[in-house]
């Protein structure tokens, strides 16, 4: 069956960085976009970042353009996000989900598989 894992979360000092993966199995890798997305508590689940299935397109919410930097490997069936200059806003549970028509976007409701999230959390 196709599994998302991601891996990577953790506490940070505002101004600090991370690298989420997500690794993918049970999936053609290559046929499916990638997008990235986060959920803060009480909040609804919101669009950080895609990118297609060649890497040669992405896509970032405006609130992490800049900062952020979507990526994927193929020959590691992984996709990864640079966090950079973190904010306490950042805080949040971090999923990864694929797309299996290539949309590079931030409708949630296209994306066919979903993984179960890591926490960030920064202090300020």
């Known amino acids: 069956q196709v599994q998302l894992v991601e891996s990577g979360g953790g506490l940070v000092q505002a101004g600090g960085s991370l690298r989420l993966s997500c690794e993918a199995s049970?999936?053609?890798?290559?046929?499916?976009?990638m997008g990235w997305f986060r959920q803060a508590p009480g909040k609804e689940r919101e669009f950080v970042a895609a990118i297609s299935w060649s890497g040669g397109n992405a896509a970032y919410a405006d609130s992490v353009k800049g900062r952020f930097t979507v990526s994927r490997d193929s020959a590691r069936n992984t996709v990864y996000l640079q966090m950079n200059s973190l904010k306490p806003e950042d805080t949040a549970v971090y999923y990864c989900a694929a797309n299996f028509g290539g949309y590079v976007g931030s409708d949630r409701y296209t994306y066919d598989y979903w993984g179960q999230g890591t926490q960030v959390t920064v202090s300020s």
């Open positions: 049970g999936l053609t890798f290559r046929r499916y976009a």
